[in-house]
């Protein structure tokens, strides 16, 4: 009898520590305060931005010479609360030139936050698209705490306040999701349909025990407790779907794209790229943006 207590007692603490240490794999908040900034050499300017906060926590971005910088687009920060009571920021970025009438719900990535990730997304806003963009509970400025729970709320919360916003008009809705987002992409739109129009998802896992598994052979495919799928979720997905994975991605390997391209239905489209995780919209941007088109006049 004692063997297999003391097996039960090993597998017990085990399972703990391992799903402390794949919640840290799949979440990686980068939190803000009043004080935070970035800096970044942007070609197209030829020097360096700074990316601060103002006061009621809207994006101020400028030179190297401190002036502000004259950007094709606008940013709008929001706050809205989550049904946790969690205040959630986005941003709403709308392009300076015509708008094409067609928005993004934008889930981005499991790391950093919006001022870390917003760069995938403005290519998108400079090509005519408005990009609604929302930090999940315990990233950037938002409340509350980061978990798989919490940011399948947040993505539904968030897809909730976007559609009931006078503000924000559209005429086609599509959500985009890289990565986790786009594993959330995947989800989100299966339970929401009925009032989206199509579904873009960029170096997505298939499912949360499966890209446990690539990081803690067979132990962490064992121990990863599914909560949702995207694998299990795209089949359901009536409209049309479109997987981007590049064969050389190293966070997410080029297989996990092509199980959900197999398992979506019909109308579903594959682009295979190249380049390194989720750098899609930086090297492909009206490539990306020819298929969405395609994806919309179906």
Known sequence: ?????????????????????????????????????????????????????????????????????????????????????????????????????????????????????????????????????????????????ATRKHVLTDANDGLDYLINHSEIEYEKLLIYGQSLGGHLAAVVASRNQDIIDGVIIEGAFSSHSSIANEHVPILGYIFTREMYSAKKSIPTFQKPVLIIHSTEDETIPYEHGIELFEAATTPKSLYTIDQRHIRGPLYYPDSIVARMESMISQ
């Open 1 to 145: 009898m004692r063997l297999p207590r003391l097996f039960l007692i090993f597998i017990t603490v085990f399972s703990f520590i391992s799903s402390c240490a794949l919640n840290k794999l799949f979440l990686v908040p980068g939190k803000l305060n009043d004080d935070s900034s970035y800096k970044r050499y942007v070609e197209d300017y030829n020097d360096t931005l700074k990316l601060t906060f103002a006061e009621d926590k809207s994006p101020v971005i400028v030179d190297s010479k401190q002036q502000l910088v004259d950007l094709p687009y606008n940013i709008q920060s929001i706050f809205f609360e989550n049904r946790n009571n969690d205040k959630i920021n986005a941003w709403f970025m709308t392009p300076r030139v015509a708008y094409n009438g067609t928005t993004l719900y934008f889930l981005h990535g499991n790391a950093g936050n919006i001022a870390y990730q917003f760069g995938l997304a403005t290519p998108f806003v400079e090509r005519g698209y408005q990009v609604f963009m929302i930090d999940y509970s315990g990233f950037g400025f938002s409340e509350g705490k």
